[in-house]
């Protein structure tokens, strides 16, 4: 009789590596393993299939979906204005639907029964994850070691691999996780559960230190079609070439690092040190053009969905019919955010150097403290009466029960 399969979600790192091995061990799986290349790299990918098939597998999959995660997700968290918390550019988070929607594509293309990742038992991406399988496809089981097995600490991994020749990247000189994407690179766990503890110098990889960037600022312009990211400094680039080029540019400069203390889904805190490099420029000139051209209200209220979009993500509801609905109000609003944001980098600092737009609302004869023909001061003295008559309202009395039972003359009301 034919073993059961079960596509692993695999990054060749300490955790899956492991499970390649738990797995045989605990269910006698035929292991399929499936690697998402979301850009973290061909340092990362290099000789990873042999090594998982070295470690059990019996099939192998490097899917690049490089592109689907760039055009069907993070340009859709770009045109919200999602950021997690005022700090967090979701990195890992919005990685997470994409790479379990691929591992369902599998699973149904191999005929496996189950799926298993390596996330662990405190962590979001179980629940991200997860989420993502139940909304594809609920009838795979889910097996998540983490929350199975007597291994209780990635230092404990380290003792299981080694017991069983497993190689792995990680030591326990050097014990802190790191997940890489095309949008960033995250830090956490080991050393860096310190808060107090900066993170070491040479720890960054995408970006270098803001005081080691050059002494002389560097000018470049992006450019969006309704909401979207599609030329840097004139020149339209594809979708995953652009952010390459972000990043490369941004990280020269030492801009987008993150050191945040962040309230993860489960209710605990947790410290992370995260480089976005790219994801910055973008996000901040995106940010640029909506304030040039969305009216008040509008932009107010997208600020409030924004914080909403941005939880949606990072508790994994991607595939939730509220993400869903919350788009179809995004996508209204960006119409007319269309433009070019010029920008200066200097020593980790981004700064507005000038704003173009065919749909601004910005109208400097409406503005202007010069003469002009278009804006009456006079009619503002009705405005004020009007919208601040709540207020008089409320003056007059409190007024009057401070008074009442006075004898004092009644005054009158000033009236404009």
């Not at 929607?101 to 496996?112: F, H, L, P, S, T």
């Not at 962590?123 to 889910?142: C, H, M, T, Y």
């Amino acid at each position: 009789m034919a073993k059961e399969k079960v596509v692993l979600a695999y990054s060749g790192g300490l955790d899956t590596s492991v499970i390649v091995k738990w797995l045989q061990e605990e269910y006698n799986y035929d292991i399929v393993a499936m690697t998402a290349d979301v850009g973290q790299g061909e340092d990362e990918l290099e000789g990873l299939e042999e090594k998982a098939y070295k470690s059990g597998a019996s099939q192998v999959f490097v899917e690049n979906i490089q592109e689907e995660l760039v055009t069907d997700y993070i340009f859709p968290m770009i045109q919200s204005g999602a950021v997690y918390e005022g700090k967090y550019l979701l990195g890992t988070a919005i990685a997470r639907p994409v790479i379990g929607k691929k591992m369902v594509e599998i699973a149904e293309k191999v005929g496996a029964t189950a799926v298993a990742h390596g996330a662990t038992g405190k962590g979001n991406d179980q629940v991200r994850f997860e989420f993502s399988v139940k909304a594809l496809n609920p009838f795979l089981k889910i097996i998540s070691p983490w929350r199975e097995w007597d291994l209780q600490s990635r230092s404990d991994c380290i003792e299981y691999a080694n017991k069983h020749n497993i190689p792995i990247p990680v030591t326990a000189e050097k014990p802190y996780s790191t997940d890489r994407n095309l949008w960033h690179i995250s830090f956490e766990g080991g050393v860096l559960e310190d808060p107090a503890r900066m993170p070491d110098r040479d720890m960054f990889r995408l970006t270098v230190d803001p005081m080691d960037a050059p002494d002389q600022p560097e000018e470049l312009s992006i450019s969006f079609e309704k909401g979207i990211p599609y030329a840097v400094n004139g020149r339209k680039l594809g979708p995953v070439q652009l952010i390459e080029e972000m990043n490369k540019i941004a990280g020269r400069h030492g801009v987008g690092r993150i050191d945040l203390v962040e309230n993860r889904l489960l209710g605990m805190k947790s410290r992370g040190i995260y480089e976005t490099p790219g994801g910055t420029l973008l996000t901040f000139a995106h940010r640029e053009l909506e304030h040039f051209t969305l009216d008040r209200e509008t932009f107010h209220y997208k600020e409030e969905l924004a914080l909403k979009y941005a939880e949606q993500i990072y508790y994994g509801m991607w595939f939730a019919p509220l993400r869903e609905a919350l788009d179809g109000f995004i996508q209204s609003t960006q119409q007319n955010v269309s433009g070019t944001i010029s920008l200066k980098l200097y020593k980790g600092n981004i700064i507005v150097a000038g704003r173009k737009s065919d749909y601004t609302l910005y109208n400097p004869e409406m503005v202007t403290f010069e003469a002009d023909d278009l804006f009456d001061q006079k009619d503002a003295q009705g405005f004020i009466n009007l919208y601040g008559l709540p207020l008089m309202i409320k003056g007059i009395m409190e007024s009057q029960r401070k008074d009442k039972g006075k004898d004092k003359p009644k005054q009158e009301v000033q009236k404009s």
